[in-house]
């Protein structure tokens, strides 16, 4: 083999190597923003998950001590929404990733009876797609051939690059379900932890000052997905959550009143 024909095949080899990642040549900065994509992705499943359960949690807490009970029952209301939250946070993330997961799996199902049935067809897309990515015509259609030899690895190009779906990736229902579980149950015991060292007063006011830190915290945090500015989005995450509190807090005093609690 020549010095070219060996040159030559090397960047064939790399050409296939991107494509089969779901990086073409042209695409390597395109496949790092993907990446990075996927990692605030899953911060921001975190810091939205601790701000549903500080947000649903904190109502909860106050509503129940606006109707004056013993803290012994805010810190049971407390503990039970923070549980009841997080599990249902969880199974609607399993049955979510779940369904997305079969999904995914069903079009890759598909696209394997693709090749099955009709390999010509496949073969001539993926040419399209070697040219797509700046490979000239003679060699898209030689590194086509190539690649058809290989019926999973041309599945798992085609895949990548028609489907825009990384087999190995396809996301994992157990992982969501958990990962949302613990999210919830970080934001929802903060205006209930108050409760378990104190009582009264002293427990509520802690309570309040603790949800409202957090709050300013989180919505400080989602300003980092956002166009707002941090101090902005932490006011206005911080004026929502004291208003829901607030909302629930009188209308437990008004249901304790009436129920002569």
């Known amino acids: 083999m020549t010095e070219r024909d060996s040159s030559k095949e090397a960047l064939r080899r790399l050409a296939l190597e991107g494509l089969r ?3 073409g040549t042209k695409d390597l900065t395109a496949a790092e923003e993907r990446q990075a994509g996927g990692q605030s992705g899953t911060l921001r499943a975190a810091v939205f998950g601790i701000n549903d359960g500080l947000v649903s949690n904190f109502s909860l807490v106050m509503g129940v001590a606006g109707a004056a009970p013993s803290s012994r029952f805010v810190l049971l209301a407390g503990m039970a929404g ?14 979510s990733m779940s369904s997305q ?11 394997r009876r693709k090749h099955e049935e009709d390999p ?20 898209a259609w030689a590194m ?19 489907l825009g779906l990384n087999p190995e990736e396809l996301g994992s229902p157990w992982g969501a379900a958990s990962s949302s579980f613990v999210a919830f149950i970080v934001g929802a015991i903060v205006p209930v932890a108050p409760y378990l060292f104190s009582t009264g007063t002293a427990a509520l006011i ?9 709050l300013f915290g989180t919505g400080a ?5 956002t166009i707002r500015h941090w101090l902005s989005s932490a006011l206005r995450m911080l004026f929502i959550g004291a208003l829901a509190a607030t909302v629930t807090y009188i209308v437990g005093t008004i249901i304790g ?5």
């Open 82 to 95: 923070l549980l009841a939250g997080a599990f249902s946070m969880a199974a609607g993330e399993y049955v």
């Open 206 to 214: 802690v309570s309040v000052v603790l949800s409202a830190l957090a």
């Open 144 to 162: 086509a051939e190539t690649v058809m030899r290989d019926p999973e690895m041309a599945l798992d190009i085609h895949v990548r690059q028609e």
């Open 21 to 23: 990642t779901g990086e």
């Open 221 to 225: 945090a989602i300003s980092t997905f």
């Open 257 to 261: 009143v009436s129920a002569g609690l």
């Open 101 to 111: 997961r079969e999904l995914f799996e069903n079009q890759i199902a598909i696209e």
């Open 120 to 139: 010509k067809g496949e073969r001539r897309e993926l040419a399209l797609i070697c040219q797509k990515h700046g490979i000239p015509e003679q060699e």
